[in-house]
Nanobody, 115 residues
Framework: QVQVVESGGGLVQPGGSLRLSCTASGSIFNIYRMAWYRQVPGLQREFVAAVTRAGDTMYADSVKGRFTISRDNAKNMVYLQMNSLKPEDTAVYYC?????????WGQGTQVTVSS
């Protein structure tokens, strides 16, 4: 079963940017839609953005216009470019298939937006 590893998180000031990467241990070509999710301690994991195999995208309203998701099927990678970050974007970010998260969840990458 394909596993994923997320990276690229960190501490950033409000208004700053980060680029997250998701590396899959196997091919993601046959996974129609890959997504980023995020979770704040004590709350449910929530959908952030998704991208189809062809590059069509969808976003949660809270990140629309600020985040951009993309994927490289040849490299088995998914990216999340996050701009104009807000304190409410602070969370652990994960990637997986969407809507059914059929891959093995990774450890996630922590994003903290704070001055």
């Amino acid at each position: 079963q394909v596993q994923v590893v997320e990276s690229g998180g960190g501490l950033v000031q409000p208004g700053g940017s980060l680029r997250l990467s998701c590396t899959a241990s196997g091919s993601i070509f046959n996974i129609y839609r890959m997504a980023w999710y995020r979770q704040v301690p004590g709350l449910q994991r929530e959908f952030v953005a998704a991208v189809t195999r062809a590059g069509d995208t969808m976003y949660a309203d809270s990140v629309k216009g600020r985040f951009t998701i993309s994927r490289d099927n040849a490299k088995n990678m998914v990216y999340l470019q996050m701009n104009s970050l807000k304190p409410e974007d602070t969370a652990v970010y994960y990637c997986n298939a969407y809507p059914g998260a059929v891959l093995i969840w990774g450890q996630g990458t922590q994003v903290t937006v704070s001055s």
